[in-house]
T-cell receptor
């Protein structure tokens, strides 16, 4: 398995600002993903973070709003840009594709974002 | 994204009872994963399934990869209070890398 950490764990932000969330994996993973989860709801996939190239976004999510970086096999960032209260949510990073567990996906603890 | 429907949406059971939940989709999946999520935490992987018909156990948990590849099932035997939480299925499409999540089943165990 892989251990995933996220920073910050929570933040309260003002409308119109941007926040960058960092995701660090303790081992190399083939795939990294970003999800959003509203309280009491399921996880919605935002995008696949691709190493060395642009992220692949799901329907309803765009790069201008959620720019993603993945400079190597253990690190990724998600920026929530020009935030509004509707962006208040939990943002979760995941990794999949380790040497020992190719198709198993592991999650970070999440970043709880509140936008005022 | 893909739609994965879980049922039941919530369950209230007595400690010691067995639990069954399922996950269905209109799409064919290559991999099924089952997770448990506690409040304020990320989902924790319970079981991974890779082959149609596969039956895999992890302690008191047993999960099955449906023959049609469009569904999966999770059973918990002899439930205990720490089984409380939200259970999610997640599927990986045959022609992609992304994992899509089910709607979740909330489990409450009454001591």
């Amino acid at each position: 398995s892989a251990v995933i950490s996220q920073k910050p764990s929570r933040d309260i932000c003002q409308r119109g600002t941007s926040l960058t969330i960092q995701c660090q994996v303790d081992s190399q993973v083939t795939m990294m993903f970003w999800y959003r989860q509203q309280p009491g709801q399921s996880l919605t996939l935002i995008a696949t973070a691709n190493q060395g190239s642009e992220a692949t976004y799901e329907s309803g999510f765009v790069i201008d709003k959620f720019p993603i970086s993945r400079p190597n096999l253990t690190f990724s960032t998600l920026t929530v840009s020009n935030m509004s209260p509707e962006d208040s949510s939990i943002y979760l990073c995941s990794g999949a594709g380790t040497q020992s567990s190719y198709n198993e996906q592991f999650f970070g603890p999440g970043t709880r974002l509140t936008v005022l | 994204g893909q739609q994965l429907n879980q049922s039941p949406q919530s369950m209230f059971i007595q400690e010691g009872e067995d639990v069954s939940m399922n996950c269905t989709s209109s799409s064919i999946f290559n991999t099924w994963l089952w997770y448990k999520q506690d409040p304020g935490e990320g989902p924790v992987l319970l079981i991974a399934l890779y082959k149609a018909g596969e039956l895999t156990s992890n302690g008191r948990l047993t999960a099955q990869f449906g023959i049609t590849r469009k569904d999966s099932f999770l059973n918990i035997s002899a439930s205990i209070p720490s089984d409380v939480g939200i259970y999610f299925c997640a599927g990986q499409l045959r022609n992609g890398n992304q994992f899509y999540f089910g709607t979740g089943t909330s489990l409450t165990v009454i001591p």
